[in-house]
């Protein structure tokens, strides 16, 4: 089964430094891997995935992330942040062969401070 | 823009009533999830439909039912309402392949049960 490890739980950050938020995976196969943000008290809306092809995937709003299968992580960067990135970020995975639904980490809230 | 929309943004409920969450998404979309969000917890699967009539468990499904009598809309049921049942809940859709698309969230409707 698969697992998702978000392991910051807040990550403060001061206004146009770099940021990366960590995640790494638990799968014995394959996995498509998803980035989603959710601004305050809004839903959910997705910043990026990886199918397949380059292991550096970028999304919205100036966010990138890199799938590395050996170290089974696919961490969010962004080279400088803006106090409009302040929002709770989710990553989630999916099998591709499995029950075709994600799993979704415990969430990691980022603070950027003026 | 795909459009998911939840009944209300805010409910509060007594213990032991029945209580119905409504989700509706406007891009005909196959899939459709009911997630529940608590801090620290992330995002866990109620359940999901890929299909009118058809719904499947998810990961936490025990004290809710779901009914998806049209393909727009998508109901989750607490038949008898507990407090620890107080949380942030979340509607999603997804147009075909529930491993690799994007999912569609509402705005989600905070739940508290005295």
């Known amino acids: 089964a698969q697992s998702v490890t978000q392991l910051d739980s807040q990550v403060p950050v001061f206004e146009e430094a770099p940021v990366e938020l960590r995640c790494n995976y638990s799968?014995?196969?394959?996995?498509?891997l998803f980035w989603y943000v959710q601004y305050p008290n809004q839903g959910l809306q997705l910043l990026l995935k990886?199918?397949?092809?380059?292991?550096l995937v970028k999304g919205i709003n100036g966010f990138e992330a890199e799938f590395n299968k050996s170290q089974t992580s696919f961490h969010l960067r962004k080279p400088s942040v803006h106090i409009s990135d302040t929002a709770e970020y989710f990553c989630?995975?999916?099998?591709?062969?499995?029950?075709?639904?994600?799993?979704f980490g415990t969430g990691t809230r980022l603070k950027v401070l003026a | 823009d795909v459009k998911v929309t939840q009944s209300s943004r805010y409910l509060v409920k007594r213990t032991g009533e029945k209580v119905f969450l409504e989700c509706v998404q406007d891009?005909?979309?196959?899939?459709m999830f009911w997630y529940r969000q608590d801090p620290g917890l992330g995002l866990r699967l109620i359940y999901f439909?890929?299909?009118?009539?058809?719904?499947e468990k998810g990961d936490i499904p025990e004290g809710y039912s779901v009914s998806r009598e049209k393909k727009e809309r998508f109901s989750l049921i607490l038949e008898s309402a507990s407090t620890n049942q107080t949380s942030m809940y979340l509607c999603?859709?997804?147009?075909?392949?529930?491993?690799?698309?994007?999912?569609?969230f509402g705005p989600g409707t905070r739940l508290t049960v005295l």
């Open positions: 999603a859709s997804s147009p075909g392949d529930r491993r690799t698309d994007t999912q569609y």
């Open positions: 799968s014995s196969v394959s996995v498509y």
């Open positions: 990886y199918l397949s092809g380059s292991t």
């Open positions: 989630a995975v999916s099998d591709p062969r499995g029950t075709y639904k994600y799993i």
């Open positions: 891009m005909d979309h196959e899939n």
């Open positions: 439909s890929y299909d009118v009539k058809m719904k």
